[in-house]
């Protein structure tokens, strides 16, 4: 079998980029399936698997239904987690636009994977039919999660962050959407803590509130606990510092961020979201839904040894569904049957 993998490059140091290549890296151990990431569209590939879902992919996709090829995309791309992104996106109008080309997008793959069921309604809600739908959640690579005090000590070093400061980290691109004003806001609630942001930041002319965040950005650099690092290459050190994983997202298909967390057994305090009802509040994590909320969180599990265990303990015990290993098979079958559909 055959697989061509496509994302577009412009989505690199997304979610999105990060699940393709991923899939890509555990097709290729199994055996008898070859994998490309961005191969040749004019070669020849049992399956065309589109992860992401640009106007360039829409005519590539069509280009490749036209002449007859089994094409699957992946449903990370929603109208829901579109807005408030990039610029204007929070209107109206915006919305309106983006939820009429993916109703188009999505009409043309012969199969089309949710990321959760969460992803799959809102899918369904966006016209895309429920027979052409399969969950195939994104995966971790949890056998090879590993803290490192040495990574934690070196990423601490340099960032210049004291040895006995508390950390609350966040992983994820810097948009609205991901809820940077609750981490601000909850920042500026906790004086005694230092709450770091690790994501790509775009020029804020690219961002929707593009005004509102150049001024968050500009405040943060005169924070004494408030950090937006931008883009971390070595995200272990970040993730084996930290002492709580912070989340305050408004949106997510699934979040792959705080996967990885709980793979590194971090306490996490995420927004109370329909995405995240497979966590417990008070049994895997912290929920809430306002400033407020969070910063009692967070200082109860900085200050409850005990509790920060139990919940990273049970939350563990839940993230073993995600482990790359097992999500592939999965993926594999929405191939095979693909394939048994067309012959």
């Known amino acids: 079998m055959r697989i061509n993998i496509i994302v577009n490059e ?10 393709a290549r991923t899939f890509a890296r555990m097709l290729e151990e199994e055996e008898g399936i070859k994998v490309e990431l961005n191969g040749s569209l004019r070669g020849h590939f049992d399956i065309f698997h589109f992860h992401s879902a640009t106007p360039g992919d829409f005519f590539r996709l069509r280009a490749l239904k036209k002449a007859g090829h089994r094409v699957i995309a992946h449903g990370h791309t929603t109208p829901e987690d579109f807005y408030d992104s990039f610029f204007q996106t929070h209107t109206s109008l915006a919305i309106a636009t983006v939820r009429r080309f993916l109703r188009s997008f999505y009409a043309l793959p012969d199969t089309v994977i949710a990321v959760s069921p969460y992803n799959r309604d809102v899918l369904i809600r966006n016209g895309v ?60 609630l906790c004086p005694g803590v230092c709450f770091l942001w690790a994501g790509k930041i775009y020029p804020p002319g690219m961002l929707a509130r593009s005004f509102s965040m150049w001024k968050k950005l500009r405040s943060a650099n005169k924070t004494a606990n408030m950090r937006f690092l931008n883009y971390v290459p070595d995200i272990i050190g970040a993730f084996s510092a930290a002492d709580v994983f912070f989340y305050p997202t408004q949106e997510e298909n699934q979040g792959i961020a705080l996967l990885e967390a709980i793979g590194y057994k971090i306490p996490c305090v995420v927004r109370d979201i329909g995405v995240f009802d497979w966590l417990s509040h008070g049994t895997d994590c912290l929920k809430g839904k306002a400033p407020e909320e ?3 969180n967070i200082l109860s599990l900085l200050n409850d040894e005990p509790k920060r265990s139990e919940l990273s303990t049970s939350a563990y015990s839940k993230v073993k569904q995600f482990d790359m290993r097992n999500i592939v098979k999965q993926l594999v079958a929405v191939y095979n049957r693909a394939i048994d559909l067309t012959t």
């Open 10 to 19: 412009a989505t690199y140091a997304s979610g999105v980029f990060t699940s």
């Open 129 to 188: 039919a429920a027979e052409r739908l399969v969950v195939v959640p994104n995966g971790i690579f949890l056998n090879q999660i590993s803290p490192s005090e040495e990574r934690a000590k070196k990423f601490r070093n340099h960032f210049r962050i004291p040895e006995i400061a508390p950390i609350a980290l966040c992983v994820g691109i810097w948009l609205p959407r991901k809820g940077i004003y609750d981490f601000a806001a909850t920042a500026d």
């Open 294 to 296: 969070f910063k009692d």
